[in-house]
């Protein structure tokens, strides 16, 4: 069974820096795509980045220069670093792996101004 955890979410102030894990487990993410995506309060879901099996990568306009993404083979793990974070940013970030449907319990980040 594939499944995602997502952790490093918190309160940060306008500025500040996080970064976010996304643990995988049940198969090896090596050659598969994860993506980030994040839900801001009485909002849709929306795609943060994303990291193609082939490495490539592609963010979101709103987080270009600030974000991000990367993966840890060895554990099992796709990382989002996030900095230069604005009260915008306030959201439950989620990841997702889209060859096995797949999405994490998400993670809570508040950026106060």
């Known amino acids: 069974q594939v499944q995602l955890v997502e952790s490093g979410g918190g309160l940060v102030q306008a500025g500040g820096s996080l970064r976010l894990s996304c643990a995988a487990s049940?198969?090896?993410?090596?050659?598969?795509?994860i993506g980030w995506y994040r839900q801001p309060p009485v909002k849709e879901r929306e795609a943060v980045a994303n990291i193609s099996s082939d490495g490539s990568i592609l963010y979101a306009d709103s987080v270009k220069g600030r974000f991000t993404i990367s993966r840890d083979y060895a554990q099992n793990t796709v990382y989002l670093k996030m900095n230069s974070l604005k009260p915008e940013d306030t959201a439950v970030y989620y990841c997702r792996w889209p060859a096995f449907t797949t999405w994490g319990q998400g993670t809570q980040v508040t950026v106060s101004s």
């Open positions: 049940g198969r090896s993410i090596w050659r598969y795509g």
